[in-house]
């Protein structure tokens, strides 16, 4: 598996963490997906296999923010964020444990 697929599948897991993955957030990844040439098939198997990933939150504070820092790379692979990676940064950044304040600092880094 390419290193942007299980990034991406990643992202997928930690969107369904809660236990279902909201409308904004599958607009998000669809965006995501379609901009990074993930087909919308892949992308559908992804959604519908969310709660089979065993995505597993890092116990110690220095794989958190690895994980958070591989998220934003990957999300700036096109140069930018758009509005609705930012918007999964924060609410992934926020399952890893950091605050908005903390989040902010690691985009801006």
Same mark, same amino acid.
């Given at each position: 598996?390419?290193? *942007?697929?299980?990034?991406? !599948?990643? /992202?997928?897991? /930690?969107?369904? *963490?809660?236990? =279902?993955?909201? #409308?904004?957030?599958?607009?998000? /990844? ?10 919308? #098939? !892949?992308?559908? %198997? ?9 995505? %597993? ?6 794989? !958190? ?6 998220? +934003?790379?990957? *999300?700036?692979? $096109? ?7 930012? $918007?999964? +940064?924060?609410? %992934?950044?926020?399952? /890893? ?6 989040? $902010? =600092?690691?985009?801006?880094?």
């Amino acid at each position: 598996m390419s290193t *942007a697929i299980e990034h991406f !599948r990643n /992202l997928v897991s /930690l969107s369904a *963490a809660d236990g =279902k993955i909201e #409308e904004s957030e599958r607009v998000a /990844l669809s965006k995501i997906a379609y901009e990074r040439g993930i087909p919308m #098939e !892949r992308l559908n %198997v992804m959604l519908s296999k969310a709660n089979e990933y065993h995505h %597993v939150i890092p116990q110690n504070m220095i794989d !958190r923010e690895k994980q958070l820092e591989e998220m +934003i790379e990957f *999300a700036k692979v $096109d140069g930018s964020f758009c509005k609705s990676e930012l $918007d999964l +940064i924060n609410l %992934v950044g926020e399952r /890893l444990g950091f605050s908005k304040i903390e989040i $902010d =600092k690691f985009v801006q880094a």
